[in-house]
């Protein structure tokens, strides 16, 4: 019954780490997609600048901030220790030159991407032999473990099909699949790794955000399930060309989805907090947001549409759901492991401030209706090709990031 | 007993969960304060939710806390899940500083 202090805190040198690169990656990643907004809005979206800022974004930024929130979360979500941190501080420098290096390979020099890739991917690999490692070492394995498991495993697969493509473009390995790997890399990367994701440590979050309690966990294997066997009827339609597979795939995701946004609406109702703070608020509108963009996925297919709307789907699915959940969790865990580092030995010995009093939120709402704004035109600017429009709604997302990693630099000053 | 028990108590309202802002004792955290012995505490708490973020904060802001009553030396802190907090035990006072939150 008893049970003494776990003593699961990770050192905060290593989480830190990982999100200081990535808001560099961030802001990088969008000053690029802003210099090439001209090609996108000709929806060219296969050279190499797209390709650096895409993999900038998303593995500079995206994949370095989970890695970073998981090396803090997955030792308190699962009340299990990192298995190794000395080894997470080799796995942070291997993934960094891995990361700067690819990026800059596809800019530069596309087919010489190989080397890098394969740093890349050592580093990635480190990252999940660490939580496999943990993970392994949790008591009671449950449902979140196998959202994350299956989520790491996805992120395996995405690497591995990468590393795929780049050969196939300088040895033609494999030429005659390029089409469906290359789409199984972006469905893995996307859906399979970061949604996974999000829906498993949202578990942990949304109620412990809202401090809900009675709530029933038993719509969660059906999200899992659901949604996975989207994941896997839509790689098949990939290989086999079949239409048909596609809708189900596509009506799988959505399905999935849905019963998530439906178990999270049951989480939240049965909340004690009644009033929930911004930045939580927009990760639940992310949520949403990612509701409307499996939909549009989904009517796409049915009409037959989704290889014209493939580019706009996939960058609004990346901005408004994956991003929009990682910027409103990132303003409440940079907080949380800045006053864990500052003040967590100093409680109870003197007053010490609230996580509340860490984070400006006064610049929560400009930040978020800025992202929000910017989102929207960007994707508008995509339907009716005007680069003004791009612009402003790309500015708009450029100077978000950057007041963004303000706002998180500015917790460190508290 | 009972008087040094009700100022381990009182005391223990200066120490706050930093997500919700509100002290522990009001929370309903604490579920048993037992001095076994001359100059030793024995706290049995739990947290809001397994997987707290703030499980070692708060577990050791408590024996700090504790600790640094004249009264006590040594302040073992344990922590259980049985049974699970629900809002019930909250007092008035942090029920109306969560509404209000």
Known sequence: ?414 | MTELKDKIRGNLKTVIDPELNINVVDLGLIYEIDVPEPRTARILMTLTTPGCPLHDSIASGIKYCVQGMEEIDHADVQLTWEPAWTPDRMTEDGKRLLQGF
């Not at chain 1, 000709?42 to 895409?54: E, H, K, N, Q, Y």
């Not at chain 1, 098949?236 to 989805?257: I, K, Q, R």
């Not at chain 1, 907090?273 to 509108?285: C, G, Q, T, V, Y």
């Open chain 1, 1 to 414: 019954m008893f049970q003494h202090s776990s003593g699961n805190e990770t050192n905060i040198k290593l989480p830190f780490s990982f999100i200081g690169f990535s808001m560099l990656a961030l802001i990088l990643s969008q000053l690029l997609i802003l210099l090439n907004g001209d090609l996108l809005i000709s929806g060219v979206f296969r050279l190499p600048a797209i390709w650096s800022a895409a993999h900038l974004f998303v593995l500079g930024w995206a994949l370095m901030v989970a890695m970073g929130a998981m090396y803090q979360l997955v030792p308190v979500a699962f009340l299990t220790p990192i298995w190794n941190e000395k080894f997470g501080f080799w796995q942070l420098a291997i993934t960094t030159a891995g990361i700067v290096s690819f990026s800059a390979a596809l800019y530069l020099r596309p087919q010489d991407a190989l080397i890098p890739g394969i740093l890349t991917l050592l580093g990635i690999l480190m990252f999940i032999f660490q939580m496999f490692m943990t993970l392994k070492s949790q008591a009671k394995p449950n449902i979140l473990t196998l959202f994350v498991g299956t989520a790491l495993f996805s992120l395996l697969a995405t690497i591995s099909l990468g590393i795929t493509l780049v050969m196939s473009m300088k040895t033609g390995f494999a030429s005659e699949y390029y089409q469906a790997i290359f789409k199984t890399h972006i469905l893995l990367g996307t859906v399979g790794w970061f949604s996974l994701l999000i829906f498993g440590f949202s578990y942990k979050m949304v109620p412990m955000f809202s401090l809900s309690h009675g709530y029933p966990m038993k719509p969660a294997p059906y999200v899992f399930a659901i949604y996975f066997a989207g994941i896997i009827i839509l790689i098949a339609s990939f290989m086999t060309g079949s239409h048909l597979l596609e809708v189900l795939g596509t009506l799988m995701l959505f399905s999935g989805f849905m019963i998530f946004t439906w178990h999270v609406k049951m989480i939240i109702d049965k909340r004690v907090k009644k009033k929930l703070d911004r930045p939580f608020m927009f990760a639940l509108f992310a949520i949403g947001c990612g509701a409307l963009i499996h939909f549009a996925t989904f009517a796409g297919s049915a009409a037959n549409l989704l290889s014209k709307m493939a580019g706009p789907i996939i960058l609004l699915y990346l901005i408004a759901w994956i991003a929009f959940s990682i910027i409103g969790y990132l303003y409440k865990i940079v907080p949380f492991l800045w006053w864990t580092h500052k003040y967590s030995k100093e409680i109870g010995k003197k007053k010490v401030p609230a996580l509340k009093d860490m984070m400006d939120e006064k610049l929560a709402l400009p930040l978020f209706l800025m992202f929000t704004a910017g989102t929207t035109l960007l994707f508008l600017s995509f339907i009716i090709k005007l680069m003004p429009i791009f612009y402003v709604g790309q500015g708009l997302i450029v100077i978000g990031a950057v007041l963004f990693s303000y706002i998180i630099a500015k917790v460190v000053t508290i």
